[in-house]
């Protein structure tokens, strides 16, 4: 058991004090954001919106986000990471004040559409700032820790958030939001230096090679469109799993918290030992894609097992190594494969198609209404079948990008 334990904490070792740091204001960050999961009911209950209304808000949040991916990945290459994962946390923070203020449906649309574009301005820099801030040695796990820290602060936020929201107040949400917004910036500049020129001599060793643009680059967008059809399988654990606890399996909102705590824990407590085993035996590309088969198997499970809540437990544990294996590997390859006058837009696409399955995938619950959630989970099963056969095709350019 000692030994173990010794084996277990050992793969958090090796990773700078940068990485840790920079993991640090993801939790901060990710912490105060949980304001979205309960969007839905203060949009309905507080504010009087329609069902309707609520999801056009929704929409346009995610279209939002679409955009701020695009102008962050410009923004970086042009002004750098720093300064803009700076002023985006502080906007997004003070947008939080505004959408406490707001209380009509137009003034509403407009202001979460525009928080969404500056949010969504951070990822393609914070994805950025990995490639200078981690070990080059060590990327994968930095990555890995990266993403621990933001489930972590997922399960802290959502059990604080459903408290706050029952007994203080949905203003509290917005205010506690918007003041972790800001201390995580401020967190950020205080801790971490500004490392651009990390990047500047990148740049001058590439200077006689092609920064070639994403959008022109063959290999990386039909990635990307293989991944999409597994990203809104993914999607559905956010969009119609919850309706169909509530309404299929009768469990009531505190079982599903309970469960979607599961879900984070369990990514905390084995990611880092999975992550680091898979890049001590060199099997990052066939992790992503059994990550993938993994995300197909999940769903249908409810089909061929019911709906207990061991089933659920079991759906969950495999969903939870579906994530494990495929995500902080496919976020490995646009930094291994851009230029580094490019690595900001390589990463802003790379989270433009996450909010372009965003913007899609709500039409799951439309599909559940149509032809029932047995349909919807074998559905999830063939995209994910599609996303598979996808990547085996691309094989050839994984083994370079996520095995180095």
Known sequence: MIRFLDWYISTYKGLSRDTW??????????????????????????????????????SLSGVGSFIGSFIGGILTDRFGYYRVMFYSLILTGLMFFILLKVTTFIPFCIVLTLSGIIGETFRPASGTSLSVYANKENQTRALSLYRLAINLGFVVGSASAGLIAGRIGYDWLFIIDGVTCIL?????????????????????????????????????????????????????????????????????EEAYGAFMSYNGLLICMIEMPLIYLIVQYKKETPSIIWGVVFFGLSYPLFNLLGGSWIVILIFMTVFVLAEILNFPLTYKVPLNRSHPKTRGQYMGLFSMMYSLVAIISPFGLKFAETYGFDSLWYLCGVLCAISTVGLILLRKGLNKHVET
């Open 21 to 58: 740091f920079l993991s640090f204001v993801a939790l901060i960050n990710r912490s105060g954001t949980v304001v979205f999961l309960f969007l839905s009911i203060y949009m309905v209950e507080k504010l009087g919106f329609t069902m309707g209304q609520a999801a056009i808000v929704l």
């Open 184 to 252: 995580s910036a401020f967190f950020f500049i205080a801790t971490l230096k500004d490392k651009e020129s990390i990047l500047d001599e990148e740049k001058k060793e590439n200077e006689g090679t092609i920064a070639l643009s994403p959008y022109k680059d063959t290999w990386y967008l039909l990635y990307l469109f293989s991944l999409s059809f597994c990203g809104i399988a993914f999607m559905q654990i956010f969009e119609s799993f919850p309706l169909f606890c509530t309404s299929i399996l009768g469990y009531g």
